[in-house]
């Protein structure tokens, strides 16, 4: 696995902080490929939980999901799937795990909590991992090289030409603007607070699926380039006004976004975007909001009519932001 020392040295000292006899979370089973744990709410009543370690690792998180379909439990496991940069890594993901837990069933948290606070280097290697070799015999070798596998002979990595086996992995500080990280955690405590209420909209899948969304186009270039603008009406993830800043110059439309920056003073289409609990198995609806546009695929009312947009045309595995882009290129 990526960073696999790192990886290694994490679940051991999970282990040891929460071995399978302690009083409210257990470490029940790890390797480098999966995590099983154990959370004991009140009245001694047993949660499973587990994560798969994909070869993403940790540049995205561990998959978590859990045995019982309880929402004290899933939104816990939820809140997992919203981390990047450090918080990927295994033991940050425990400790984020097992606050939301505690804090939802309204227990206490147990004062080892504090003990996970290894840190995490910046740069590491993915090395190749024999299958068949279980953590002992990886430990051992360990011991014998010392710290070459922190440096692994690149060239002579090239020259098997196996890319598969070996490359750089660097951690890096994820480029974006601090408004836009405080608009991602802002959220996320809402979402905290909405269900500590009970007036939770929308669904797990779907707020999870958005969240990413919005995570990755406040990263993508052409959001940065300025191409276009997101707000979310009244902070909701469901439904969002997004503002084209950019069109193709050989549509007919850039020229009447001319003259409408002449006579209005703005050069930009206004697209409101909302969606269903269903998504992203349903696509989102949109809608020309700004300015008054006719024919082609936009109806009367400013519906958007493509078939990207229909059930039969749309894709779980479709983006937001590929679906701004398709209505950027295809402006008439």
């Known amino acids: 696995m990526a960073c696999l020392i790192t990886l290694k040295q994490e679940i051991k000292t999970l282990e040891s902080i929460f071995p399978k006899n302690h009083e409210r979370f257990q470490i029940v089973s790890a390797s480098v490929d999966e995590l099983t744990c154990r959370f004991i709410g009140k009245n001694g009543k047993k949660f499973e939980i587990h994560a798969n370690i994909t070869e993403t690792y940790p540049s995205a998180p561990p998959v978590w999901f859990a045995e019982s379909e309880e929402t004290s439990v899933t939104s816990a496991v939820h809140a997992l799937s919203n981390t990047s940069g450090r918080d990927n890594h295994v033991l940050n993901q425990v400790g ?9 069933h309204g227990i206490p948290e147990p004062p080892d909590l504090a003990l996970l606070t290894m840190p995490i280097p910046q740069g590491c290697y993915r090395v190749p991992v024999d299958e068949e070799r279980d953590m002992e015999d990886e430990d051992e070798e360990e011991e014998d090289d010392g710290e070459d596998d922190l440096h692994l002979d690149m060239e002579e990595a090239d020259t098997k030409g196996k890319p598969n086996l070996v490359y750089v992995f660097i951690v890096q500080t994820e480029e974006m603007d601090t408004q836009h990280l405080a608009t991602l955690e802002r959220l996320r405590q809402n979402q905290r607070q909405d269900y500590l209420k009970g007036s939770v909209s929308g669904s797990v899948q779907a707020t999870d699926r958005l969240m990413k969304e919005l995570r990755d186009i406040y ?106 882009m398709q209505i950027s290129a295809n402006a008439r």
């Open 219 to 324: 990263r993508s270039d052409s959001f940065k380039k300025g191409m276009y603008n997101i707000d979310l009406v009244n902070d909701s993830l469901y439904e969002w006004n997004i503002r084209l800043m950019s069109v193709d110059p050989d549509s007919p439309l850039h020229n009447d976004l001319v003259l409408l920056k002449e006579k209005e003073g703005k050069d930009s289409i206004l697209l409101n975007m909302t969606f269903k609990e269903t998504y992203p198995f349903e696509p989102p609806f949109v809608r020309v909001v700004h300015p008054i546009i006719s024919g082609g695929y936009v109806l009367v009312g400013g519906a958007i009519c493509m078939e990207l947009l229909t059930k039969q045309g749309w894709s779980s595995a479709y983006t937001v932001e590929a679906v701004i």
């Open 96 to 104: 984020i795990l097992l606050r939301e837990l505690c804090l939802l």
